[in-house]
């Protein structure tokens, strides 16, 4: 089973509207990071979140890490074409091996 | 520019037909590490190199095999391929290991075993 639980599966959203994938480990992270991949491609960082509380942002899209840093949510703010893609929560489980979510798709309809 | 290199990007093999995947990086990271990707199961970590010379077995390394002779390069190598090691593969650098720091990708390797 996976380490890191990525909900939901797959998104679709109205062009304009938010949304918000979570990623959740059984384990405390260490550091969580957010990558996003267009299909078959790589992968682009995105965000790394390391403190309990932690809030970050770019442009549109901002991530936060729970106090128990077992949790993190990524939103996207006024969705765009752009944001389509599939978006992948990393975690650092503290012996030199990362574990990755199987990833959130998201596609954005005009 | 800095990037993570993979060749080839696209490759068709037959079972049993010993094969490398190169991976280079020019942003001198010391951390380097393999992964597949196949749906449903996200990436998951075949080998990871601390440094030169130094690398050890990620969650599935089972059919590969990896070496770490100089700092910018780290290829996979599949000596007998089968058709389950069909999947799209990324190489990945860092200046350490991923939770400090951003990890680079490379734009991946689809390879089919026939």
């Known amino acids: 089973s996976q380490e890191l639980e990525q909900s939901p599966q797959s998104l679709i959203v109205q062009e304009g509207k938010n949304l918000t994938i979570n990623c959740t480990s059984s384990?405390?992270?260490?550091?969580l990071y957010w990558y996003k991949q267009k299909y078959g491609e790589g992968l682009i960082f995105l965000m790394m979140?390391?403190?309990?509380?932690e809030e970050k942002s770019h442009e549109k899209i901002t991530a936060k890490l729970d106090e128990k840093k077992q949790q993190s949510s990524l939103h996207i703010t006024a969705s765009q074409p752009s944001h389509a893609g599939i978006y992948l929560c990393?975690?650092?489980?503290?012996?030199?091996?990362?574990?990755f979510g199987a990833g959130t798709t998201v596609t954005v309809r005009a | 520019e800095a990037q993570v290199t993979q060749n080839p990007r696209y490759l068709i093999t037959v079972t049993g037909k010993k094969l490398t995947v190169t991976c280079s990086q020019n942003?001198?990271?010391?951390?380097m590490s393999w992964y597949r990707q196949d749906p449903g199961l996200g990436l998951r970590q075949i080998y990871y190199?601390?440094?030169?010379?130094?690398?050890d077995k990620g969650d599935v390394p089972e059919g590969y095999k990896v070496s770490r002779k100089e700092k910018r390069n780290f290829p996979l190598i599949l000596e007998s391929p089968s058709p389950n090691q069909t999947s799209l593969y990324f190489c990945?650098?860092?200046?350490?290991?991923?939770?400090?720091?951003?990890?680079?990708f490379g734009q991946g390797t689809r390879l089919t075993v026939v």
């Open positions: 942003m001198n990271h010391e951390y």
């Open positions: 990945a650098s860092s200046w350490d290991r991923g939770g400090n720091t951003e990890a680079f």
């Open positions: 990393g975690a650092d489980r503290g012996d030199y091996k990362l574990s």
């Open positions: 190199s601390m440094n030169v010379e130094v690398t």
């Open positions: 979140l390391q403190k309990g509380g």
């Open positions: 384990k405390t992270l260490y550091g």
